[in-house]
C-alpha cells in the first residue's frame, strides 16, 4: 500500500484521506467490432480487400456487452469491396442485386450482433440468452430482469438498462442464425427483423416456437 501510495495515512501515520475506489475506465482498450473477412468473399473478386466504407468522423461509437462487462467506448467499422461494392459489417453482408436495389444478409458466423441503434453484444453474451431461455424456461422479460440486476445496474461506470425487446431480438437472430448455419442457408434481413416483430409467435412449451395460425 505505501509503496504504491495508496495508503490513506501519510508518513507520521496519521489519517490524510479515504482511499477512491479505483477506476479502470480510463486505460480499458477500445474496442472496434470489424467484419469477420479483411477480403470480399465474392468468388469473382476474392481476395480483393476491403477498405473503411465510412469517413472517420462517421464511424458510430457504439456501447458492447462483451460476456457480462459493459464497454462504452466501441467503434463499428463497415468495410468495402470497392469492386462490386458490397459493404460488410460484423453480423451482416450487403450486396448490389440489381443496379437501383441492395440486398442484406445476416451473417450465420457472426460473433457480434447489433440489437439496438448504438448497443451491441458478442455471441457469448447471445448465447447465454438462449441458454437461460432454454434451461430455466426464462422469458424475455424474466431474463431481462435479471441481467440488469446482476450486471447491468450494478456497474456503476457504465449503467445499462436492458429491455424486454433488446432481449427477444438477441433470442430471434441467435436462433435463427444457429437453424441457419445447420441448414446451410442465410437470412434476408428484412425476414428477420418482421419475424421478431410479429405478435403471433407463441411457444407450444416443448421449446418449439409456432406460428399459432400454421
Ligand atoms: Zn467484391
Known amino acids: 500500500m505505501e509503496l504504491l501510495n495508496l495508503s490513506p495515512y501519510n508518513t507520521h501515520g496519521a489519517f490524510v484521506e479515504e482511499i477512491h475506489t479505483i477506476s479502470q475506465t480510463e486505460i480499458e482498450p ?6 469477420i473477412s479483411m477480403s470480399c468473399t465474392n468468388i469473382m473478386c476474392r481476395p480483393f480487400h476491403l477498405a473503411l466504407a465510412t469517413c472517420d468522423r462517421d464511424i458510430p461509437k457504439v456501447k458492447l456487452i462483451k460476456h457480462s462487462s459493459i464497454l462504452a467506448r466501441s467503434y463499428v467499422l463497415t468495410g468495402e469491396c470497392k469492386q462490386c461494392h458490397t459493404l460488410y459489417s460484423a453480423d451482416q453482408k450487403s450486396y448490389q ?5 441492395r440486398k442484406e444478409i445476416f451473417l450465420n458466423s457472426a460473433r457480434y450482433l447489433k440489437i439496438g441503434t448504438h448497443l451491441w453484444v458478442d455471441c457469448i453474451f447471445s448465447n447465454a ?3 437461460g431461455v432454454y434451461s430455466f424456461y426464462a422469458s424475455p422479460n424474466a431474463y431481462t430482469q435479471y441481467w ?9 461506470f457504465h449503467t445499462t438498462k436492458l429491455n424486454r425487446k433488446h432481449i427477444w431480438q438477441i433470442f430471434i437472430q441467435e436462433s435463427i442464425c444457429t437453424i441457419a448455419e445447420t441448414q446451410y442457408f442465410t437470412m434476408p434481413h428484412r425476414f428477420l ?7 403471433r409467435i407463441r411457444w407450444n412449451g416443448t421449446g418449439i416456437c409456432r406460428n ?3
Open 129 to 131: 440468452v438462449i441458454n
Open 212 to 214: 399459432p395460425q400454421e
Open 148 to 156: 440488469n440486476n446482476s450486471f447491468g445496474l450494478l456497474d456503476s
Open 97 to 101: 442485386e440489381t443496379e437501383s436495389k
Open 30 to 35: 477500445i474496442h472496434m467490432i470489424c467484419p
Open 193 to 199: 427483423q418482421e419475424f421478431s416483430h410479429s405478435s
